[in-house]
C-alpha cells in the first residue's frame, strides 16, 4: 500500500513540476468597439500603432501591433460594457514627458491615477504612469516601466 502512495506522489510531483515549465507571453488584447473606424483612427493616431492583416476576418475586425510584436484586435460589435478604470491596457512608453505633451496638443484627457487632469502618479516602485480613455471608454495606463 505504502508503494501505491509513493508512486501517486511521484507521478503528482512530475505533473506539477511539468505544468509549471509553460512559458507565456502576451500575444493580444481582444475589445468590442461600437465605431471600428473611430476605434482604428485612435489607435493608429494617438497610440501610433501598425495596422496589420487581421487573418481575413473580415470588415468588422481590424489588428494592430505594438513595438513587441503584442496585437491588439478591435471587433466592431453593439454588445454593452461598463468600463472602469481597474481593468485597462497598460502600456510603456519610452518618453512620458513627451507623449503627455503630445496628449496635451491632440486634446485627449489624460490623468494620473486618483484623477488629478495632466499630471502623473508614481508607484511605490517608482513606475510614473497616467490614464486616459479611448474612444469607447477603455481606459489605457501609460508608463515609464522597465521590461
Known amino acids: 500500500m505504502?508503494?501505491?502512495w509513493y508512486l501517486i506522489l511521484v507521478l503528482f510531483t512530475m505533473n506539477?513540476?511539468?505544468a509549471q515549465n509553460f512559458?507565456?507571453?502576451k500575444d493580444h488584447d481582444a475589445l468590442l468597439v461600437k465605431d471600428l473606424d473611430k476605434a482604428a483612427s485612435f489607435y493608429r493616431d494617438i497610440l501610433g500603432l501598425k495596422e496589420?492583416?487581421?487573418a481575413g476576418?473580415?470588415?468588422k475586425f481590424k489588428w494592430f501591433e505594438l513595438e513587441n510584436k503584442v496585437q491588439i484586435h478591435l471587433i466592431?460589435?453593439?454588445e454593452l460594457f461598463k468600463p472602469h478604470k481597474g481593468v485597462h491596457l497598460a502600456l510603456n512608453v519610452n518618453d512620458l514627458d513627451g507623449f503627455m505633451a503630445f496628449l496635451i496638443?491632440?486634446?485627449v484627457h489624460f490623468e494620473n491615477w486618483p484623477g488629478e487632469k495632466k499630471v502623473t502618479n508614481t508607484r511605490p516602485d517608482g513606475v510614473r504612469?497616467?490614464?486616459f480613455t479611448d474612444p469607447d471608454g477603455y481606459w489605457i495606463e501609460v508608463n515609464t516601466n522597465k521590461l
Open 105 to 107: 496638443e491632440k486634446k
Open 2 to 4: 505504502k508503494t501505491a
Open 16 to 18: 506539477l513540476a511539468s
Open 57 to 59: 476576418l473580415g470588415p
Open 23 to 25: 512559458e507565456f507571453n
Open 52 to 54: 496589420i492583416d487581421n
Open 129 to 131: 504612469q497616467i490614464y
Open 76 to 78: 466592431e460589435s453593439e
